[in-house]
């Protein structure tokens, strides 16, 4: 998203909404403060919701309501649980793709983390992103695993194709554009 290029710094005349409302939402919530990846989802925000104020209370909404704070909480609880979760999945329907991402040194947690600290907007087109972040929106977290184990069923051939630094580089964005395109 930074290639947009909405929201160019200004730290003296505080003229940067994704960093006020980043650093207002910090001073709110001590206990999550500022993490790498809720950066991702106000920037989304802010992609349409130009007023900061309006942007915060959307996020606090999000972080509440969803309780999607605890992805971003001490030991990342949430995250941890679906993570654990669409790995007990994907040993379930899709035990190949998990053992050649593990013989390639991918473990699930490590590589399905930022699908999951960013809602998929890391490393993916904001339409798609927008898109994406929509479904979780209606249908909440497990949308997000039902989403990464469709598209595992729709590339499964291609990720078992790919080795190392192409796998992930693949699960991480390459998979999400070619199954929405």
């Not at 509440?64 to 992805?71: A, D, G, L």
Request: overall charge negative.
């Amino acid at each position: 998203m930074s290639e947009l290029g909405l929201w160019r710094e200004d730290h003296h005349g505080g003229n940067n909404k994704l960093y006020n409302v980043l650093k207002a939402y910090a001073n709110y919530d001590n206990e999550v403060g500022y993490v790498q990846g809720i950066n991702y989802l106000v920037g989304l925000f802010l992609f349409y919701i130009p007023d900061e104020e309006t942007v915060f209370w959307c996020l606090l909404q999000l972080m509440q309501k969803r309780n999607w704070r605890e992805v971003y909480t001490n030991e990342f609880p949430k995250m941890r649980e679906l993570t654990r979760f669409l790995e007990h999945r994907l040993e379930q329907e899709y035990p190949q793709v998990l053992a050649h991402m593990e013989n390639n040194g991918l473990v699930v947690e490590g590589t399905f983390s930022p699908h999951f600290m960013t809602l998929f907007v890391y490393l993916t087109p904001v339409e798609i992103a927008t898109r994406l972040f929509e479904v979780f929106i209606l249908d909440g977290d497990l949308a997000i695993v039902r989403l990464l184990l469709r598209m595992i069923e729709l590339k499964q051939s291609e990720l078992l194709r790919r080795q190392d630094v192409e796998l992930q580089r693949y699960v991480l964005s390459g998979m999400i554009e070619d199954c929405v395109q």
